[in-house]
């Protein structure tokens, strides 16, 4: 009974999950996977239970049987002499054998594996593993963290309940080097396949890697880094515990040829230099993202260009947005968190119970977040933009509404003709990377649709904080934003003139701990006519 209640409860569950894929895009859902995954480790209990009782009960069969079979042998016609002892015989060899060949034979299993059958459909697929597993390699780059440090699951930031098991096996390590092989990406896997020789030779046992396999993709992977003498070693390591490994002979032989002939053409110290240059180049991609060690720098906190002089004219003030009614009692809390262009943040803007009522409405609906192709204004989804978003119309619920209010009355946009509250979850190692809000000359119009004009300015609260990444962070001025529950931060994308203002680009860091909710409101040009009038020069 309690089986089919936990599968019941499953069924719910999965009504609930089993429209959204790309898992590993929302921390949000994947919540959902874990009690998923909880309900099924309950459900595999009950199994367990009912196989040790039925085993408990033909033990103790057996156990009586034994007893009464020993007795009977010592003098077996003395034994059945006795005409209870003769029924007794009779009545178990007819009777009760078949019944206990019917426990046997009872397969208690069948609940459970009906049960998990249902429940795989819904599982992350291997799409999911991937995407985490890049993840894993994308957080490990942007924040310059060693394999051993992701690998021991002591992450900055991380508490010590976090890490209890938090760790990656050698199988786990193993599994990511292999991702990064199937990308083609040569320096991740030979960083986890390193690691996961390291583990093995530290004593961590595995029944499913040996240090054969793992040495196989040592030697390719630095051979495609240009490392011979390193890939020749480590095939020379892989020969000494597998001297019959028919690819590594083949290799040995090719190494050797190769580095010889190397050794002729270039001189020593040619060749120190051309290693030193090629470590130094490591790990450096051929990249769309012109301003990559930018952003990732201000990801890490680094390159940030606020000089103390302009530090000191950034402040903390009351605002009550020129005497507004709502505010002349309570004003709000503002910081100035940049000064050109002026970025602000207000504190408390939002209650705690209103930002788990947006996240409880949008959570049903999250859809892996897409942005405009910049060629064919068509939404696609992209590898650089790690999130699930959903659209929240301020008719849906009073809390959308009153959010959507209290942002015009702070900032004195008209929001009548903004977008409708958009919610995003970011997922593992969840970012977006460098872009702007507003529509740019030279791509289509992404908003002509909407009749509204272009993107004048950006709301984003931030409804949680953040253990570790996750900033928001300005590549151009070199500014950075870190989440803080509650908080809302403001800029305008246009200048008045209407003219873009480049200076706004910007991207969300990948998280590095935690579960990143934000919400952010785009507001249009249409019906600012009066509330932020036009500048006569370009930048005015």
């Not at 921390?27 to 909880?38: N, Q, S």
Request: glycine share 6%; hydrophobic share 35%; charged share 30%.
């Amino acid at each position: 009974m309690k089986l089919c209640h936990c599968c019941t409860s499953l069924l719910l569950l999965f009504t609930c999950i089993s429209a959204h894929s790309d898992f590993f895009t929302s921390i949000g859902h994947m919540t959902d996977l874990l009690f998923m995954e909880k309900d099924l480790v309950s459900s595999l209990k009950d199994y367990i239970r009912a196989e040790e009782d039925r085993l408990q009960r033909l033990k103790r069969w057996a156990d009586k049987l034994d007893v009464l079979s020993t007795a009977g042998s010592q003098d077996p016609e003395g034994f059945l002499g006795h005409p209870v002892n003769a029924f007794k015989l009779i009545k178990r060899l007819n009777t009760e054998w078949t019944e206990l060949e019917s426990l046997v034979l009872t397969d208690l299993s069948d609940a459970f594996v009906s049960n998990l059958t249902i429940q795989r459909q819904h599982f992350p697929n291997d799409n999911d593993q991937t995407g985490a597993a890049k993840a894993l390699m994308r957080l490990q780059d942007t924040y310059k963290l060693d394999t051993e440090i992701i690998s021991s699951g002591q992450l900055p930031g991380s508490s010590s309940v976090t890490t209890v098991s938090s760790g990656l096996t050698v199988e786990d390590c193993y599994d990511l080097g292999k991702v990064a092989y199937s990308e083609v990406d040569y320096y991740h896997t030979e960083l986890w396949m390193a690691q996961a020789l390291k583990q093995l030779d530290q004593g961590e046992e595995s029944s499913t890697v040996d240090a054969a396999a793992i040495l196989d993709y040592l030697s390719y992977s630095v051979y495609q880094q240009g490392e011979l003498e390193r890939a020749l070693d480590f095939t020379k390591r892989l020969l000494e515990l597998d001297p019959s490994h028919q690819r590594a002979n083949g290799n040995l032989k090719y190494f050797e040829y190769q580095l010889s002939k190397q050794n002729k053409l270039v001189g020593q110290d040619d060749e120190e230099e051309r290693q030193r240059t090629r470590r130094e180049s490591r790990g450096g991609r051929d990249d769309y993202l012109p301003e990559r060690k930018q952003y990732e720098k201000l990801c890490r906190g680094e390159g940030i260009r606020m000089t103390p002089r302009r530090q000191s004219r950034l402040f903390c003030r009351y605002y009550d947005n020129a005497r507004h009614p709502r505010f002349v009692i309570g004003p709000l809390k503002q910081e100035d968190e940049w000064d050109s262009p002026h970025i602000v943040r207000y504190h408390d803007i939002v209650s705690d119970r209103d930002m788990e009522k947006v996240k409880e409405l949008a959570k049903p609906r999250l859809l892996r977040a897409t942005i405009s192709n910049p060629i064919t204004g068509v939404l696609e989804t992209a590898h650089y933009r790690i999130s699930k978003s959903a659209w929240l119309g301020a008719y849906e619920h009073p809390v959308v509404d009153k959010i959507n209010r209290r942002i015009e009355d702070i900032t004195g946009l008209d929001v009548s003709t903004a977008e409708e509250l958009q919610v995003a979850n970011y997922g593992v190692g969840g970012q977006y990377e460098p872009h702007f809000d507003f529509g740019r000359k030279d791509e289509p119009d992404a908003f002509e649709e909407l009749g509204t004009g272009n993107r004048i300015a950006t709301w984003l609260l931030y409804m949680s904080d953040v253990q570790a990444g996750g900033a928001t962070v300005f590549t151009d001025i070199g500014a950075a934003v870190k989440p803080k529950k509650g908080s809302a931060v403001f800029w305008f994308n246009l200048y008045p003139s209407g003219e873009g203002d480049y200076r706004t680009r910007h991207a969300a860091c990948p998280v590095l701990l935690g579960n990143k909710w934000v919400s952010n409101k785009w507001i249009h040009e249409r019906g600012q006519e009066f509330r932020r009038r036009c500048g006569l020069h370009w930048t005015d």
